[in-house]
């Protein structure tokens, strides 16, 4: 089949290939690769399995430069699929994690990838500093932002070059990481063939993180490339017997005898009889300590009691970055006060990159340790500094500031730092004359739901329970306190696609965790001006995103009013944002707008909804009612469950069981379009939502939903509890099961069905 060209400059080229499959496959090669390709890069796997595919090909060693790439999305977005893999190895391994969001990827995969090859970045690993280029590559580091929803890096940890790329993402949210030894910068072998990329694709297609793990372990016993390379490192270590069985057994899983020979007799010459003894040493030193690996064992085996007495014996000075993270996470899975301050005095003390700092710092944030995150994030004045590491640290504060990380002073000087690195400034906002149904007039429409009913695991903390009872008590107190939602403006504001806002002098009156990106502030002389727009919401582009988060804010112009208003978005405009408007507006949805670097906006209208103020019935009763119309008879009914991913590595959930025993359908929201996931939702005799499924739809559903919540044993709980407070708001039945350390013992399981059984039988 024909390849179309959809992009070309002196730096980069961009074609199209029409297939058959319901996904596009978006290719990233590396650094050389590119020049063996007819079309594209895969395009032999490409044609074989008949994809439909863009490929991105640099016409030098230029890694993907941002000028290029951004001129290049808009027709790339134009041709994507919903569901959108880019893959990429090395230099395109980086291109898919900086690039992968901004051109509308949904999933990637990046195989050995620089994260950046600036200097200042990465000054020990030197591969590649020759071809940075300041004028091309500013802000070319990797960052949170950059990726889109499903991200996976894959990469070997002994190889030192590669080993300190993926250091430069340690933290991240958002970024799985799967570990190959051995491979050197060859991690491309291990999906070398049609037949074993194509189903390595189907699996990343379907978003199983589990079964994309479980895939890649596979390939260990069942690629010549594996076993190739882990010859070549026996060999060097001078374990010549157990190398050639190695090489024997790479060789019948169809490895080149001529590059086993070939390789064989370069060790050979190059004296590989043993370890090199300056590598030894090295070697030793990247081994964690006795201690630190004590921690890191007992973590990975769930053991937390164990985690936490070996992080006691644990010196902060001695304390590595990565056992400091497990015995936090451990602490705060206890949720014991001890525990967490153990685990603290070494986030504090000890010696830990930027990026692992900040980590820390938010994982005590968000389980209500303010306090504690804003000492260990400080305690290395270097976090303050402008680098490439920054964003890591602004997200930390920005945690850090919210009222979830339940320490005033902590709050206070994370603001005050928020305000001095961003250069923000306060908002000044005017009222708009455009309002929300209902009007100014305070007070609740109707009656809260039922109370929450919680049930609770065998091993949950009694502080922890009493906690959880004292904030879902607090909720009709506070609710008689909230204002009802208004419609506010801001005049003559420029707003970016990162949803950042700014007057005219560049003061940020919405950072979004972020400093000015110079491409804005470049932008703003000749940026397109519109007299009047309405600002969307930040929410992700996915459908429920949109129903959780954004439509509540816009209910006021989705109702009527400012009908010819256009919608600001912050990237450009998602395929299925309009039909969502469409669905939710009582007449023409809104036009879309697309910010770009810089749209200058003379009056620019917003929305503000907090979870509290939905209980304001009349600002929303029309929104619902169309939704509701609008989605009704497309439910299948019965019983449902609304399935989250299984995490990073790990297994399919204990009780999964018990839902086939129950008869829960299990649904896959982020698969789900919009008009069938409220209709699913809307349908349902019961649903149970398991740990981290987007509850947040409930705020739109038809009231008289009867729900059953899984909370995790994970610091926090307290600040997880919104979807509960919103099934009081809404009117629905809501039921809380609050997990204990041990969730697939027998005595967990059994106080799970009888959990179940008692919702639905209520």
Not at 1 to 30: E, I
Not at 172 to 200: E, K, V
Not at 443 to 464: F, N, Q, Y
């Amino acid at each position: 089949m024909d390849y179309t060209v959809l992009y070309d400059d002196d730096h980069l080229r961009v074609v199209h290939r029409r297939g058959s499959s319901h996904f596009t496959l978006a290719t990233f090669p590396g650094l050389g690769v590119w020049a063996r390709a007819r079309h594209m890069w895969a395009e032999g796997p490409v044609e074989k399995l008949d994809l439909e595919a863009v490929g991105f090909v640099c016409k030098r060693g230029n890694w993907y430069p941002m000028e290029s790439v951004e001129r290049a999305a808009p027709a790339v977005r134009r041709v994507l699929r919903p569901v959108s893999v880019g893959y990429g190895y090395s230099m395109g391994g980086y291109g898919v994690l900086k690039h992968g969001r901004r051109v509308g990827l949904s999933h990637v995969v990046s195989l050995s990838p620089q994260i950046s090859i600036d200097p200042a970045d990465v000054p020990q690993d030197t591969r590649f500093h020759s071809a940075f280029d300041s004028a091309k590559h500013a802000g070319m580091r990797v960052v949170a932002e950059d990726l889109p929803p499903w991200a996976l890096m894959v990469y070997d940890p002994a190889f030192d070059g590669d080993r300190m790329q993926a250091d430069l993402v340690a933290g991240i949210p958002g970024l799985a990481r799967f570990r190959y030894p051995h491979l050197n910068h060859a991690t491309l072998g291990m999906l070398a063939g049609t037949a074993t990329l194509g189903s390595f694709i189907d699996l990343v297609v379907q978003g199983d993180m589990e079964a994309v793990h479980a895939f890649l372990r596979a390939q260990r016993r069942q690629s010549g490339h594996w076993f190739h390379h882990l010859a070549r490192a026996n060999a060097r270590r001078g374990r010549w017997e157990r190398a050639d069985k190695l090489w024997e057994r790479a060789r019948a899983l169809g490895m080149s005898a001529a590059v086993i020979r070939q390789d064989r007799a370069a060790l050979l010459q190059a004296g590989a009889a043993s370890e090199p003894p300056a590598a030894a040493p090295e070697r030793a030193a990247r081994r964690p300590s006795p201690l630190n690996a004590r921690i890191l064992a007992a973590a990975r085996k769930g053991e937390h009691d164990a985690a936490i007495d070996a992080a006691r014996e644990l010196s902060p000075e001695a304390a590595e970055p990565h056992a400091v993270l497990a015995a936090l996470e451990a602490a705060l899975a206890l949720g014991a006060d001890e525990a967490i301050g153990a685990a603290a005095r070494l986030a504090i003390g000890a010696d830990m990159p930027k990026g692992m700092r900040a980590a820390c710092a938010l994982r005590l944030a968000r389980a209500g340790h303010g306090g504690l995150a804003i000492q260990s994030l400080l305690a290395d004045p270097k976090v303050l500094e402008e680098d490439a590491g920054q964003p890591a640290v602004l997200f930390a504060l920005r945690v850090i500031a919210s009222p979830a990380a339940g320490d005033a002073a902590a709050r206070a000087t994370a603001q005050h730092l928020l305000r001095r690195l961003l250069n923000a400034v306060p908002e000044e906002r005017l009222p708009s004359p455009f309002a929300f149904a209902g009007g100014s007039v305070a007070g609740l429409a109707v009656p809260l739901g039922p109370e929450v009913v919680l049930h609770v695991a065998p091993g949950v903390p009694a502080a922890r329970i009493a906690g959880v009872r004292r904030a879902l008590s607090a909720l009709p107190s506070e609710l008689e306190l909230a204002p009802p939602p208004r419609v506010w403006m801001l005049e003559d504001v420029f707003v970016n696609r990162l949803g950042q806002v700014w007057n005219a002098e560049g003061g940020l009156l919405r950072p979004q965790r972020l400093p000015l990106p110079k491409a804005s502030f470049a932008a703003m002389t000749r940026a397109p001006m519109v007299e009047d727009a309405v600002l969307a919401p930040d929410a992700e582009g996915k459908a429920r995103g949109w129903l959780a988060e954004a439509l509540p804010a816009l209910a006021w112009r989705l109702d009527g009013e400012g009908a010819d208003l256009p919608l600001v978005l912050r990237e450009e405009p998602a395929a299925d944002v309009a039909g969502i408007m469409a669905l939710a507006a009582a007449g023409a949805p809104p036009g879309l707008l697309s910010a770009g670097d810089a749209l200058r906006v003379r009056r620019l209208h917003f929305g503000e909804v907090a979870l509290r103020q939905l209980g304001h019935h009349a600002a929303f009763r029309g929104l619902i009612a169309r939704l509701t119309a609008r989605t009704g008879g497309g439910g299948a009914g019965g019983a449902v469950c609304l399935a989250s991913r299984a995490p990073d590595g790990g297994r399919e959930p204990p009780w999964r069981g018990l839902l086939a025993e129950f008869g829960f359908r299990l649904l896959l929201p982020e698969d789900l379009p919009l008009a069938t996931l409220l209709a699913e939702v809307n349908s349902a005799e019961a649903i149970l939502a398991e740990p981290g499924a987007p509850l947040g739809l409930l705020a739109l559903a038809a009231s008289g939903r009867r729900v059953f919540e899984m909370i995790e044993p994970s610091g926090g709980v307290i600040g997880r509890l919104g979807p509960a407070h919103l099934s009081r708001i809404r009117g629905h039945e809501h039921h809380l099961w609050l997990a204990g350390p041990d969730a697939a013992g027998g005595p967990a399981i059994a106080a799970l069905r009888a959990a179940i059984g008692e919702f639905l039988a209520s």
